[in-house]
């Protein structure tokens, strides 16, 4: 069965600086997607990013962007200047052949003013 | 599209009292799924439907829970008779898998407290 750690619970960054979110994960599967999905105090489940484990690439939207390490089974999430609406928590989460998520157990980021 | 729509958004019964959740996912996916959100235990799959047929339910607590999927744009997921450590957010989410879109799309939830 595929598993995602989530090894911080919680962390802070100051406006306008860097913080990187670590996420690992397990898995035989060759195929499957990796995810970053942010929840704020809304309780919104909101997207952040994907990849695709077969693209060497690694993703970027925006001010996020991740760093896939396919061999260490490795999936942080990098957010640059950070807003204080980024304080949230998110999750790392992936999917495989059967189209299931298993989500790690989130982190809480604070954003300090 | 409207995105996954979910209601109520806020349940409060008392024990005993039976709850149907109702999920409408977005037009032309195939799957659906339900999640259960809880601070001890985080977000948990209960059960996924592919083309309206439950696929995976082993996540159902018991046997109180029951969902149900009739048609592409209605699932409903039922909890009879309620109980205290019912209470969670419950949230429906559904992709268009078969088409190549691996990401699920979730609806804003519904709390339910069980007093």
């Known amino acids: 069965a595929q598993t995602v750690t989530q090894s911080q619970p919680e962390m802070s960054v100051q406006e306008a600086e860097t913080v990187t979110l670590s996420c690992t994960y397990d898995?035989?599967?060759?195929?499957?997607?990796l995810f970053w999905y942010k929840q704020p105090p809304s309780r919104q489940m909101i997207l952040v990013i994907r990849q695709e484990a077969y693209k060497q690439q690694n993703a970027t939207e925006n001010r996020f962007s991740v760093n896939f390490q396919k061999a260490a089974k490795s999936f942080s999430l990098k957010i640059s200047d950070s807003q204080l609406g980024d304080a949230a928590m998110y999750f790392c989460a992936y999917t495989g052949a059967n189209s299931k998520l298993t989500f790690g157990k989130g982190i809480t980021l604070s954003v300090r003013p | 599209d409207a995105g996954v729509i979910q209601s109520p958004r806020h349940e409060v019964t008392e024990m005993g009292q039976e709850v149907t959740l109702r999920c409408k996912p977005i037009?032309?996916?195939?799957?659906l799924f339900w999640y259960r959100q809880t601070m001890m235990r985080g977000l948990e799959l209960l059960i996924y439907?592919?083309?309206?047929?439950?696929?995976?339910d082993s996540g159902m607590p018991e046997d109180r829970f029951s969902a149900k999927m009739p048609n592409a744009s209605f699932s409903t997921l039922k909890i009879q008779p309620s109980e205290p450590r019912d209470s969670a957010v419950y949230f429906c989410a559904s992709t268009d898998a078969g088409g190549g879109v691996r990401e699920q799309y979730f609806g804003p939830g519904t709390r339910l407290t069980v007093t």
């Open positions: 898995t035989s599967e060759s195929d499957y997607y």
């Open positions: 439907f592919n083309n309206n047929v439950p696929i995976d």
């Open positions: 037009s032309g996916h195939d799957y």
